[in-house]
């Protein structure tokens, strides 16, 4: 079993910057492909990004060129960089292996964004 612990959300004015951090209870992030998700209210999760054991990285259209999702193998974590939010961004953002692992979700952490 491995949980995941997400950090960095909070209230952000639009235009703005957050750095959301994911620590992983076990050595796992090295090895799998890590993707972060965000579930906004009265909707579905989505995923927003992935990033694969080999550095390689895919975002979701609506994310495109505002985000940058990061690992630091030493660290056990994975990070995701989010800039020029918009209102749209507020969700709460999980991350988990990519594919998901349903036993694998945490508590997310809240970002909202708005004036």
């Known amino acids: 079993q491995v949980q995941f612990v997400e950090s960095g959300g909070g209230w952000v004015q639009p235009g703005g910057s957050l750095r959301l951090s994911c620590a992983a209870s076990?050595?796992?992030?090295?090895?799998?492909?890590m993707g972060w998700y965000r579930q906004a209210p009265g909707k579905q999760r989505e995923l927003v990004a992935v990033?694969?054991?080999?550095?390689?990285?895919n975002y979701a259209e609506s994310v495109k060129g505002r985000a940058t999702i990061s690992r630091d193998n030493a660290k056990n974590t994975v990070n995701l960089e989010m800039n020029s939010l918009k209102p749209e961004d507020t969700a709460i953002y999980y991350c988990?292996?990519?594919?998901?692992?349903?036993?694998?979700w945490g508590q997310g952490t809240q970002v909202t964004v708005s004036s």
């Open positions: 076990r050595s796992i992030i090295s090895i799998f492909s």
């Open positions: 990033s694969n054991s080999d550095g390689l990285t």
């Open positions: 988990n292996r990519f594919p998901v692992v349903r036993d694998y």
